[in-house]
């Protein structure tokens, strides 16, 4: 048996059918305010994408630390509505690219006269799990490092889920697109009527 | 030198069963990685398992970016009540 904050099965099912949930309410609601062909392509993407990670930390709720960072954060760009949430993002990325160069360079113990394996493992996990806060959504906040090591469990199952949600839904958007345009009046009847219906 | 091997800080009389909270924590999150279906229950050291779950990570945050792209792209020229329709009809769940 998994630990109890792994979602498998039923759980996961019903975090991602939350999720599309979500993720369709907040696209309809960007596209109210500003309709995605009028966007630029910056602009669209941004906004697919933090679409996605609201989806996302809205589906977890409360079980977690991440979601509450998701949602700060995107609290806080829609309030600046400059690109904060992508330089966060690409900040957690530049970061942790930087790290682990830094890492390669120095190499095992340089400078540290007689350091024991013990000390150098230490310190190598000390500079991993520094690294893995950087990537896990309010990761650097304090917590112990069983509480990290939970949090990345569980940001990792849901980042999985996510992204089975977009692969999918962007699957579905594809195959229509191809039927628009192969098979316009198969596509149009239907879409009539539960458009009229919505 | 002087401390033996207290993974936790926290307090020393309860870092015996902190090290083991941790390493059952290590070992669950070994299992989640991409690798680990792989080797079956081979144990990675700490270091190990911190690192590719921060490039695990990442590699799932380059996917989902990716995926939105591709979403943002098809998003430009369908709408989203009609894109809802045909998620709902591919019955994805």
Redesign the interface.
């Given at each position: 048996m998994q630990g109890r904050n792994c979602t498998t099965g039923k759980s996961s099912t019903a975090f991602k059918q939350e999720l599309l949930k979500n993720l369709l309410r907040g696209l309809r609601a960007r596209t109210d305010a500003c309709a995605f062909s009028a966007m630029s392509v910056h602009e669209r993407k941004r906004a697919v994408k933090s679409s996605a990670d609201v989806a996302m930390a809205a589906a977890r709720g409360v079980g977690a630390r991440w979601p509450k960072a998701i949602l700060a954060a995107a609290a806080a760009s829609t309030s600046s509505n400059r690109s904060s949430c992508q330089v966060r993002s690409s900040r957690f990325r530049r970061v942790a690219r930087r790290c682990f160069f830094r890492e390669k360079r120095r190499g095992p113990a340089a400078g540290v006269a007689a350091a024991s394996s013990v000390d150098v493992a230490r310190r190598l996990v000390r500079r991993r799990t520094m690294a893995l806060r950087k990537v896990i959504p309010g990761g650097d906040a304090a917590m112990d490092e069983a509480s990290l090591l939970r949090e990345a469990m569980d940001y990792v199952v849901h980042l999985r889920a996510q992204v089975d949600v977009l692969r999918r839904v962007s699957e579905a958007m594809q195959i229509r697109s191809s039927l628009l345009r192969y098979a316009p009046s198969s596509i149009h009847g239907q879409e009539a009527s539960s458009s009229m219906r919505q | 030198m002087s401390s033996r091997?207290p993974?936790?800080r926290?307090s020393t009389g309860a870092s015996r069963i902190?090290d083991e909270?941790?390493s059952d924590?290590?070992a669950?999150?070994q299992?989640?990685l991409p690798e680990a279906r792989l080797r079956s229950s081979d144990r990675m050291?700490?270091?190990r398992v911190?690192?590719e779950?921060?490039s695990?990570?990442?590699s799932?945050?380059r996917?989902?970016?990716d995926?939105?792209?591709?979403?943002?792209e098809?998003?430009?020229?369908?709408?989203?009540?009609?894109?809802?329709?045909?998620?709902i009809?591919?019955l994805?769940?």
């Open positions: - | 091997r993974r936790s926290a902190s909270q941790i924590l290590v669950k999150l299992a989640l050291p700490s270091s911190l690192q779950t921060c695990y990570i990442r799932l945050h996917e989902v970016d995926l939105s792209d591709r979403l943002s098809l998003l430009a020229t369908s709408d989203v009540s009609t894109a809802q329709a045909a998620i009809r591919s994805l769940m």
